[in-house]
């Protein structure tokens, strides 16, 4: 069934859906894990000098930037549930030998149990990069000191993103978060203002 939608400005739309058990399953759920998120960039140029593997690990590291950024705000806020600590969630996960591209293909019940939650919390980013009309040879994609990404003679550049919880027993999610961002540079931001915010666990004034 339908969610909220919000603005973040002119910058952003978003939208949240939910099974229609939902609402009674997350009441179950005392114990969650956030999971690294998977970020993927459409649209630029990879630097002929950066090596395919020390770029994929810096997709990689940007995703778990994302998932502190949404454990740091639940952990801030009074939830429904706890929270499976970032160290315990990627120790495990590594100890088991499940990978940043594996959490993506393996069924989230699975994971569920890896970890001893009752749910998690995964996402994913693209980022797509809508370039003037100019040579391949002046679009360079690069990490920005701002933490995300931008090519040079950028027209636009939007990022779609995809939050989903997992419940346990269930092999689709319960829960669902669309949002599409106009402004890149906005990334942080969005995420600890609005995004995180959109998670049900958070608990509000009519659940007190």
């Known amino acids: 069934m339908p969610g909220s939608n919000t603005m973040f400005g002119s910058l952003c739309s978003l939208s949240s859906t939910q099974k229609q058990n939902a609402p009674q399953l997350l009441k179950e759920h005392h ?3 956030i999971l690294p998120i998977e970020v993927s960039v459409a649209g630029g ?3 002929k000098d ?3 593997n020390d770029f994929r690990k810096q997709l990689y590291d940007k995703g778990y930037e994302l998932q502190a950024m949404l454990y740091n705000y639940l952990q801030q806020k009074e939830c429904s549930a706890r929270i499976l600590s970032i160290e315990s969630t990627n120790n495990l996960l590594q100890q088991a030998g499940i990978t940043p591209d594996e959490i993506v293909r393996l069924p989230k019940e699975e994971l569920c149990r890896q970890l001893g939650v009752d749910a998690v919390v995964t996402g994913r980013t693209l980022t797509q990069q809508r370039r003037k009309n100019v040579s391949a040879a ?3 994609l690069l990490l920005s000191t701002t933490g995300f990404f931008v090519v040079g003679s950028v027209k636009s550049t939007d990022t779609d993103f995809d939050l989903r919880i997992y419940d346990n027993s269930h092999s689709e999610a319960i ?3 669309r949002a599409v ?3 890149s540079e906005k990334i942080q931001q ?3 203002q609005k995004l995180a915010k959109t998670l049900p666990y958070v608990k509000t004034e009519k659940d007190n």
Request: with cysteine; net charge positive; aromatic share 14%.
């Open 31 to 33: 114990l969650i894990a």
């Open 45 to 47: 140029y990879r630097p």
């Open 50 to 52: 950066l090596d395919i």
């Open 138 to 140: 002046s679009n360079v």
């Open 175 to 177: 829960w669902r978060c």
């Open 181 to 183: 961002l106009k402004d």
């Open 190 to 192: 969005f995420v600890t």
